[in-house]
């Protein structure tokens, strides 16, 4: 009998999970389980959680709008709708911006804009918008992207342009004013108590005590973290760094399902308890890009996955976490930085009008430019020389609103094929197929 074209993608489904997940599925199973329990919730969240799929699939695509500088850019890797919120930078400004750089990799620009418009489709779908308005926002995000970019060309030294209180607007606002709002010790208050004058994590689900050899390893690949942030952003006070506790985690994300995970208790600014800051130390992933690419002498520029991810993040945004860096424990690349209790992210389950979400989608086209086009003046990285924004102005003179429809159709129509992968997905999953039973 001749294989039906929903069972060859069905094994291909199949096959592109097991190649990006399948060692850590046998490490990991009960982690992974629960990873693709929250993928099939929805398409969005599928389409989340199958970022191979998306690049096995985008990289075979013609590629009319890059040439060969347009094509090796620092991207985010995983651009979609819930991957942007504040963070407190360097400077002591609140930011909204771009998020979460675990898949960052060197790529076309316009795998971004492609995963980011499928990604608004979907959600524009979940909402039961019509085409021509879910057409009409990846427009505007679009139009405000290539603004952004027009913008770097005229202005090539400004490294400050940032979506801040000043000048957002709408739910993103909203989302900074809240992030304004928190107090530190009420996160503090969230991962631990006090006992005998001393502030310790607290031991609940998903959250262990270290023995004594453990600990010696997390402890000794967090001394050798230390001399990876970069010096001008290094605290002066003299027991900032000092480790009060450490306990190991377990993450269950979409994205980082069986990654190794410890929080560190840092004495931070004073020995007030209400200072104390909290570091997660995250084994680093394999991006999922790097699987479909000749990645050869993009992965010779790094010592490990963690290095990479945080040599990326230091490309891509502009006055990073002042406690970012990297270490390695028992050979493996971990990526460590401030648990903020400034992260705030857009509630997209309140934005239901066209209106609305357009506010939002022009400063994520802002945004995305942003990361594109503006580094942070400590960036060691050197796969990437030249000026981006000229790189991607290049193949698209004259061209732009011919981009901005090939971007919109692309999109749509590769949202409409994760609506058609995803029971196909669910199915598979159900059946055993992926690796792991559904039960």
């Known amino acids: 009998?001749?294989?039906?074209?929903?069972?060859?993608?069905?094994?291909?489904?199949?096959?592109?999970?097991?190649?990006?997940?399948?060692?850590?599925?046998?490490?990991?199973?009960?982690?992974?389980?629960?990873?693709?329990?929250?993928?099939?919730?929805?398409?969005?969240?599928?389409?989340?959680?199958?970022?191979?799929?998306?690049?096995?699939?985008?990289?075979?695509?013609?590629?009319?709008?890059?040439?060969?500088?347009?094509?090796?850019?620092?991207?985010?890797?995983?651009?979609?709708?819930?991957?942007?919120?504040?963070?407190?930078?360097?400077?002591?400004?609140?930011?909204?911006?771009?998020?979460?750089?675990?898949?960052?990799?060197?790529?076309?620009?316009?795998?971004?804009?492609?995963?980011?418009?499928?990604?608004?489709?979907?959600?524009?779908?979940?909402?039961?918008?019509?085409?021509?308005?879910?057409?009409?926002?990846?427009?505007?995000?679009?139009?405000?992207?290539?603004?952004?970019?027009?913008?770097?060309?005229?202005?090539?030294?400004?490294?400050?342009?940032?979506?801040?209180?000043?000048?957002?607007?709408?739910?993103?606002?909203?989302?900074?004013?809240?992030?304004?709002?928190?107090?530190?010790?009420?996160?503090?208050?969230?991962?631990?108590?006090?006992?005998?004058?001393?502030?310790?994590?607290?031991?609940?689900?998903?959250?262990?005590?270290?023995?004594?050899?453990?600990?010696?390893?997390?402890?000794?690949?967090?001394?050798?973290?230390?001399?990876?942030?970069?010096?001008?952003?290094?605290?002066r006070i003299p027991v900032f760094y000092d480790v009060r506790d450490v306990v190991s985690t377990v993450t269950h994300g979409i994205g980082s399902a069986g990654l190794t995970s410890y929080n560190l208790l840092l004495e931070g600014h004073s020995q007030a308890l209400e200072n104390d800051v909290v570091v997660q130390m995250k084994q680093a992933n394999v991006p999922a890009l790097s699987r479909f690419i000749d990645s050869a002498d993009i992965d010779a520029a790094f010592e490990h996955e963690a290095h990479r991810t945080v040599v990326s993040q230091r490309a891509l945004q502009a006055h990073t976490d002042s406690l970012l860096g990297h270490t390695t424990m028992d050979g493996v690349g971990f990526v460590l930085s401030e648990i903020s209790p400034y992260e705030v992210g857009l509630a997209w389950s309140d934005l239901d009008e066209p209106d609305e979400i357009g506010v939002v989608v022009r400063q994520l086209g802002q945004a995305t430019a942003k990361i594109h086009c503006a580094s942070d003046e400590d960036s060691d990285q050197h796969l990437v020389t030249f000026q981006v924004e000229e790189a991607i102005a290049g193949p698209l003179e004259g061209r732009r609103s011919e981009f901005t429809t090939w971007v919109v159709e692309q999109a749509m129509a590769y949202a409409a094929q994760v609506h058609t992968d995803y029971p196909l997905f669910v199915e598979a999953f159900k059946e055993g197929r992926v690796g792991l039973d559904a039960v």
């Open 1 to 235: 009998m001749p294989t039906t074209k929903s069972e060859s993608r069905t094994r291909t489904i199949v096959d592109v999970l097991q190649e990006s997940f399948g060692e850590a599925m046998a490490a990991h199973p009960t982690a992974y389980r629960h990873k693709f329990r929250r993928m099939a919730h929805d398409p969005h969240s599928f389409y989340r959680g199958s970022a191979g799929l998306f690049y096995r699939d985008v990289t075979r695509m013609d590629a009319p709008y890059v040439d060969e500088r347009s094509s090796r850019i620092w991207v985010h890797g995983d651009l979609h709708v819930e991957n942007f919120g504040t963070y407190l930078n360097s400077a002591g400004r609140l930011v909204f911006d771009v998020n979460d750089f675990d898949e960052a990799y060197v790529g076309h620009f316009t795998w971004d804009l492609l995963r980011f418009s499928t990604s608004l489709a979907l959600h524009g779908w979940q909402k039961a918008l019509p085409d021509e308005e879910v057409r009409a926002l990846i427009e505007t995000y679009l139009r405000s992207y290539l603004r952004q970019v027009n913008h770097y060309r005229s202005t090539p030294d400004d490294t400050d342009f940032a979506i801040r209180l000043e000048n957002a607007r709408g739910p993103v606002l909203a989302a900074l004013r809240q992030a304004r709002e928190v107090r530190r010790v009420d996160v503090l208050n969230q991962l631990t108590t006090v006992e005998e004058h001393h502030r310790l994590f607290i031991v609940k689900d998903g959250v262990r005590r270290l023995g004594k050899a453990e600990r010696a390893r997390v402890l000794g690949a967090y001394e050798g973290y230390l001399s990876t942030i970069p010096d001008d952003k290094r605290s």
